[in-house]
């Protein structure tokens, strides 16, 4: 007699169910644009209680300024306000209410410099963003995280937005207001998380860090245009330094970005090409738009102040600076410094593997490159370990760490400069 079986059921493969949309709990506020309105949210905001979340709203992308467009807040007791930081000479109320408060921002550098301009700076500050990057998590944008830690789904759509159109739709209006919606609760998560790893003390030298953030000019800019790596000989360096250079002059006074006058590889194409006259220019690819022509015999004054250049006063393919060569070039170089670098690299990263957090936060690359580069001509290792620290904390380091990190890289130059010591310490600091 033959044995029945029960049939068997397929196994459950279907796609979870997305996370709930995060909506704003008490409606989309009206914007703040009038003198009373900034003066009634002020005494609102000043009343709450706790941290205040802030977010700001630029027009990258089609703006030359990063100057703020929008400004969210939100704090317990004083709902969401949206301020309209175009429509004010000064934001002095909001100054007054803010005094003294903690600030959650996420991505706090990009941030800083715009609300900076408009007279706002945190005098108590929490970065979501740089939290999750100290607790390991793998991604740290605000959507991720508010869906991973608050189980909300963030709306995406307006992200690019040009937030210099006025009036503001009010579809901008609700996706600029949810950025703030759940900042403090997301705060309040990762700082318990902070806590219990043992890590709030780095957050909080990182956070004091931003409060006195400023960003650093760059120099040769004109080097990150793209696609400079097809242009041959200084000359042609020369030639996407003054191109790059007359659009930005006129992108500034026009307040636009640059790439909409003319892009990078309108650039590097005149670069390459060399036109001497203006039929020549517009034979080239991106020059064909109205921006190109309004400005072409800009365009070619460029190319001859380049072409006219003596052969002293032409760019090198490197900029001379007086930081370290670039790591690739060590080896040549010096020998010696090239193992010192990679030692401590390795030793870096098994730490910051055991920390849970990116290498890049344990030490920066350009602070462990500048101190392997050129270190303490002492080896006695106690006189070394301390002439390291005031090394990294001149270099901008902080104390955290600098105590994780100062050990490894004395271990790394005693060890570089006598391989026979190579293995008498582990390197760990610990």
């Known amino acids: 007699m033959s044995e029945t079986t029960e049939p068997i059921e397929p196994a459950d493969v279907s796609e979870p169910e997305p996370a709930e949309l995060l909506t704003l709990a008490d409606g989309l506020p009206e914007l703040i644009d009038t003198q009373a309105a900034l003066e009634e949210y002020a005494a609102r905001l ?21 100057r703020a467009y929008l400004i969210q807040l939100r704090r317990a007791g004083s709902g969401t306000g949206l301020v309209d930081p175009i429509a004010f000479d000064s934001l002095a109320p909001l100054v007054e209410a803010l005094e003294g408060t903690e600030w959650i921002l996420h991505a706090a550098t990009q941030d800083l410099p715009c609300l900076t301009e408009v007279g706002l700076h945190p005098d108590e500050l929490f970065d979501t963003e740089l939290a999750g990057r100290l ?21 995406k759509e307006h992200s690019a937005a040009d937030w210099s159109t006025r009036p503001m739709p009010e579809s901008w209006l609700e996706y600029a207001a949810l950025d703030v919606e759940v900042l403090v609760e997301l705060r309040d998560l990762l700082a318990a998380e902070l806590e219990e ?44 330094k003054e191109l790059w250079e007359t659009r930005d002059e006129l992108a500034e006074r026009r307040d636009v970005t640059p790439g909409r006058i003319i892009p990078d590889s309108a650039i590097v194409a005149a670069a390459v090409a060399m036109p001497t006259d203006r ?51 060590w080896a040549e170089k010096d020998p010696v410094a090239a193992r010192r670098l990679q030692l401590a690299r390795d030793a870096m990263t098994a730490l910051a593997e055991e920390q849970n957090l990116p290498v890049e936060n344990l030490l920066t690359p350009d602070v462990l ?25 001149a270099l901008g380091a ?33």
């Open 46 to 66: 000043a009343a709450g209680t706790g941290p205040v979340a802030i977010d700001a709203e630029r027009a990258s992308g089609y703006r030359y300024s990063q």
């Open 135 to 155: 607790l390991g998590y793998p991604k740290v944008g605000l959507a991720t995280l508010v869906e991973t830690l608050l189980g909300f789904r963030m709306k």
């Open 197 to 240: 790893s043992g890590k709030a003390e780095w957050a909080r030298q990182e956070f004091d860090a931003l409060r006195s953030f400023t960003p650093t000019p760059r120099v040769d800019a004109w080097r990150r245009t793209s696609g400079l790596h097809r242009v041959r000989g200084r000359r042609g360096l020369a030639a996407v």
């Open 279 to 329: 039929a020549a220019l517009s034979a080239l690819k991106g020059f064909h738009g109205r921006g190109a022509d309004r400005y072409a015999a800009r365009w070619v004054e460029a190319l001859e102040r380049a072409a006219s250049l003596e052969e002293d006063q032409l760019p090198t393919r490197s900029p001379r600076g007086e930081g370290p060569p670039v790591a690739r070039a």
């Open 369 to 393: 490159r500048r101190t392997l580069w050129a270190p303490p001509a002492t080896r006695d290792p106690g006189d070394l370990l301390d002439r390291v620290v005031d090394q990294l904390s």
């Open 398 to 430: 902080r104390p955290w760490q600098i105590a994780l990190t100062a050990p490894i890289i004395v271990t790394a130059i005693l060890d570089a400069d006598d391989p026979a010591h190579d293995g008498e310490s582990d390197g760990s600091g610990s």
